[in-house]
T-cell receptor, first 113, second 113 residues
Framework: SQKIEQNSEALNIQEGKTATLTCNYT??????LQWYRQDPGRGPVFLLL?????KEKRKERLKVTFDTTLKQSLFHITASQPADSATYLC????????????FGTGTKLQVIP | DTGVSQDPRHKITKRGQNVTFRCDPI?????LYWYRQTLGQGPEFLTY????????KSRLLSDRFSAERPKGSFSTLEIQRTEQGDSAMYLC???????????FGPGTRLTVL
């Protein structure tokens, strides 16, 4: 069966450190992968998209890697801040580029001052 | 505010009642999505419109659920004969043709008593 796995346990890190979140998937061949941020009681907010032919993407303090052989994406937040505390969701396009995405369960990040 | 809006933000209803939610996407977006999210889970795809055409509907969506987008602008999601298991956050998102990120609304939280 098709699965998207994110660490269901919360990740607690110290302010200023790099947070690394993992998204693993099975039985998909996604055209691209996205990362979203979600705060409690609010809709997800798009952060980054990485395509299947890209290895790495950066945006300010964020970096995403995509290994289609390992079927894994890593999401890094450098110099983390308490304001980065949220749930982070990965989402895979499973429609061959027609924008139907399937979301993982999300990882809750807590940055401790 | 030119983002995605949803109405109502909260709805409490008794089991067996019908409810209808509305979503107003970003005006130039031709794609509109409905998702359902329960606590600790990622958004779960329900249905998808391109303009006024409903292109896909999740098998998880029972025949008690119906969605429309009559003029290719706003959309409504109706749940008939609500059940306690329908209690969730219902999220709407929209996107344009030229990019893949989805813009989410704030969601409608449904509680079925």
């Amino acid at each position: 069966s098709q699965k998207i796995e994110q660490n269901s346990e919360a990740l607690n890190i110290q302010e200023g450190k790099t947070a690394t979140l993992t998204c693993n998937y099975t039985n998909y061949s996604p055209a691209y992968l996205q990362w979203y941020r979600q705060d409690p009681g609010r809709g997800p907010v798009f952060l980054l998209l990485i395509r299947e032919n890209e290895k790495e993407k950066r945006k300010e303090r964020l970096k995403v890697t995509f290994d289609t052989t390992l079927k894994q994406s890593l999401f890094h937040i450098t110099a983390s801040q308490p304001a980065d505390s949220a749930t982070y969701l990965c989402a895979l396009d499973i429609s061959g580029g027609y924008q139907k995405v399937t979301f993982g369960t999300g990882t809750k990040l807590q940055v401790i001052p | 505010d030119t983002g995605v809006s949803q109405d109502p933000r909260h709805k409490i209803t008794k089991r067996g009642q019908n409810v209808t939610f509305r979503c107003d996407p970003i005006s130039e977006h031709n794609r509109l999505y409905w998702y359902r999210q329960t606590l600790g889970q990622g958004p779960e795809f329900l249905t998808y419109f391109q303009n006024e055409a409903q292109l896909e509907k999740s098998r998880l969506l029972s025949d008690r659920f119906s969605a429309e987008r009559p003029k290719g602008s706003f959309s409504t999601l109706e749940i008939q004969r609500t059940e306690q298991g329908d209690s969730a956050m219902y999220l709407c998102a929209s996107s344009g043709t030229d990019y893949n990120e989805q813009f989410f609304g704030p969601g409608t939280r449904l509680t079925v008593l």
